[in-house]
């Protein structure tokens, strides 16, 4: 039986990890669930799944949660603040952690998943884009496994499942819906609103990752993620825009030969690969008819209207502390956006200013990192008032 931990089970990819553990209750168990701040969402997945364990981030929830848990009779322990969820993680509590935290918020309890040697499902991209050689450097010392639940990097891990699947491999190639604003130049991105971002045509997100999709700062993050977990440079990631979400990613060889996994836009498929790799399990997720689909549509990226993906590839090939300034400043411009603060196009306008304040320091340690993140954030909060999308 494996024993999963969830963490940001209340979000997008929790509730899908949740409903693919709740078809094989003979072979995974939800040991752990952990949440940001929303009790009563955490309560309910607790009274359903019946975890020994439920942990909330906000210790000011605490009470709150063991009242909860107490009141509807249930035998779960509860937990909070981020010392005690990465304890929970290294404990045997469980072997597998599902890492679906969003923002670099996920980092701690990533890292913990990966010294303590656990099958790790790694959604959350955001903590190898901030410390991607720290978290891989972890994965091999702590003797863990990451299997990549990202739709894209799952697919080119079924491509490339290991060192021997990857002789010959030429270059990677991700693929992107184009979000919704695909097809629009510049202009026409001024006065989109929040509501318009987050309402992807293909994936049904968390907010973040939404607004990350429309900016295509997801795929630039997605290219910084690919960099770490296959070891590829910048130069032999491409990254191919294709608006039906059903060609996942593919990986070309010398020998001209390209790989790629296909499926319907249901994260639950590239989660039921993690859960249970090298067996497959059902995951819900029906077979894909192609004939309904009929076709299958590429563009290149339009990297002017979008230019966060360009700034994600430069940041890359910066190194150092780059990438954990990139991510940094897009969660607080992101943040901005989501409460009307901002334009949209003042989204990459601000990674651009905090890259170009902050210049790329080496990144030897887990310390110099959070300092270039904190860092990151606090020029990015000064700029957002001063930064506006240029005319
Ligand atoms: P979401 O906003 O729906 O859920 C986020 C979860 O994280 C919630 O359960 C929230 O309570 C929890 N959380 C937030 N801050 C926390 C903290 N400080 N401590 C503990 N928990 C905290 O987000 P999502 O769409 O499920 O995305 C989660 C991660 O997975 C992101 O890194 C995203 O990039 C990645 N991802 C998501 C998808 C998708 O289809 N949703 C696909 C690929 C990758
Ligand atoms: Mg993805």
């Known amino acids: 039986m494996r024993q999963v931990a969830v963490l940001g089970a209340t979000g997008s990819i929790g509730s899908s990890a949740l409903d693919v553990i ?32 439920a942990a909330v981030a906000d210790e000011a929830c605490l009470p709150a949660l063991r009242e909860g848990l107490r009141a509807a009779g249930l035998p779960t322990q509860a937990h909070a603040g981020a010392a005690a969820l990465e304890a929970l993680v290294a404990s045997d509590a ?3 952690v599902v890492a679906a935290i969003v923002g670099a918020a996920g980092l701690p309890s990533t890292l913990a998943a990966a010294r303590a040697g656990k099958r790790l499902l790694l959604a959350n991209k955001e903590s190898l884009v901030l410390a991607g050689e720290l978290l891989m450097a972890a994965v ?13 990097h799952n697919a080119i891990f079924q491509c490339l499942p290991d060192a021997h699947a990857r002789a010959g ?14 097809g629009r130049c510049r202009e026409e991105l001024r006065g989109v609103t929040p509501a318009q971002a987050v309402a992807h045509p293909k994936w049904s997100m968390g907010p973040k990752i939404s607004v990350d999709s429309a900016t295509l700062m997801n795929k630039g993050l997605e290219v910084i993620e690919a960099h770490h977990l296959f070891g590829l440079p910048a130069s032999r990631i491409e990254v191919l825009v294709h608006p039906q979400s059903l060609v996942h ?13 296909l499926g319907l836009p249901d994260m639950r498929t590239a989660l039921a690969v993690g859960l249970a790799w090298p067996e497959r399990i059902a ?62 196009l003042s989204i990459p306008a601000l990674v651009e200013d905090a890259l170009a304040a ?21 020029h990015a909060e000064g700029a957002l008032s001063r930064i506006t999308a240029p005319a």
């Open 22 to 53: 709740a078809r094989h209750p003979q072979r995974l168990r939800a040991s752990v669930l952990a949440a940001g701040r929303n009790v009563e969402a955490l309560l309910a997945l607790c009274r359903t799944h019946r975890p020994a364990h």
């Open 94 to 96: 469980c072997d597998t």
């Open 283 to 344: 995951s819900g997720v029906p077979g894909l008819q192609l004939l309904q689909h009929g076709r299958l549509d590429f563009e290149a990226p339009d990297l002017e209207a979008f230019p966060c993906l360009r700034l994600a590839y430069a940041a890359l090939e910066a190194g150092g502390t780059a990438p954990a300034v990139l991510n940094a400043a897009n969660e607080v411009a992101v943040s901005a956006f989501l409460q009307g603060r901002i334009a949209f």
């Open 169 to 182: 491999l030429q270059r990677i190639v991700l693929t992107a819906s184009g979000g919704p604003f695909r």
């Open 249 to 261: 990613s593919l990986v070309e060889f010398v020998d001209g030969s390209t790989l790629a996994q």
């Open 358 to 378: 902050l210049p790329p320091a080496p990144a030897q340690s887990l310390d110099v990192l959070r300092e270039a993140d904190a860092a990151a954030r606090r």
């Open 140 to 152: 091999r010392e702590g003797g863990a496994t990451i299997i990549p639940v990202d739709s894209e």
